[in-house]
């Protein structure tokens, strides 16, 4: 009896934990760093990614999907899952994302409000700002701009930054991104000031990207082991590495 005791007590400690955390499509590119540096720390706990935009992940959650916590855009929909009670914890900024807007080819970024009006410019990704805070960003920076209205038969929707981002430097003649998307390697080839700049900050709010604990991870250590570690100094240091502000 006491052998199969310890057997399981054994079995409690050593077993695998799977916690499953929805994150915002911008964060795609730096959650890999961000899973691997966890698991230094915690190697018996599985993290279970669902990418997508801010508000269809909002959306599955309100709907039951079972998410434990939710790494989100911006604040809008913590703040909207916490008031009505779908979150555990307030909602808290784990890294500010920047706009930037890119061209698979070669462009003259010195005016580009210019350049967006122009014929050279037929076909411009942005997220949907129905549902991804990069593109309710990218509509108000260009409304801001007094442009918006000139050039919005122009544009094709991307139903996260992810999308957006291949519509890009696939589809369209010029894309507004995340800037994070671009510190990967398959992205490496674009050069600042030739394929890429940054988007004025003046021009739209800033992006504060907010992070919950759901209900369902309530009572989960691993679940506050990982909300724990996205405000630690090596998860800092990762989300820098792909062009993050830390306010």
Do not use: C
């Not at 310890?6 to 499509?25: G, N, P, Y």
């Not at 005016?111 to 108000?140: Q, R």
């Amino acid at each position: 009896m006491k052998l199969l005791i310890m057997v399981l007590l054994f079995t409690i400690v050593t077993q695998a934990e799977t916690i499953k955390i929805a994150v915002a499509a911008n964060v795609s590119y730096a959650i890999d760093n961000l899973k691997k540096e966890f698991n230094k720390l915690y190697p018996n706990t599985k993290v279970e990614v669902i990418l997508g935009s801010t508000g269809k992940l909002t959306a599955q959650i309100k709907n039951k999907a079972p998410y434990q916590i939710l790494m989100g855009a911006n604040m809008m929909y913590p703040e909207a899952l916490y008031k009505e009670g779908f979150a555990v914890t307030r909602p808290l900024v784990y890294a500010q994302g920047s706009l930037v807007y890119l061209s698979k080819k070669k462009r003259d970024f010195s005016n580009i409000m210019k350049l967006l009006k122009s014929d050279e410019i037929k076909k411009i990704a942005i997220a949907n700002p129905k549902t991804a805070p990069y593109g309710i960003a990218t509509a108000e920076a260009l409304k801001n701009a007094k442009i918006y209205d000139e050039i919005k038969s122009k544009f094709v929707y991307g139903e996260s930054i992810s999308q957006t981002v291949t519509y890009a430097i696939k589809v369209t003649d010029l894309g507004f991104i995340a800037k994070s998307s671009l510190y990967t390697p398959h992205m490496a080839h674009f050069k600042e000031g030739e394929h890429w700049a940054e988007l004025d900050s003046k021009l739209y709010t800033p992006i504060n990207q907010g992070i919950v604990i759901l209900k369902k991870g309530e009572t989960s250590a691993e679940v506050s082991a990982f909300y724990a570690f996205i405000f630690s100094k090596k998860a800092e240091k990762i989300f820098k590495d792909f062009g993050y502000t830390i306010p």
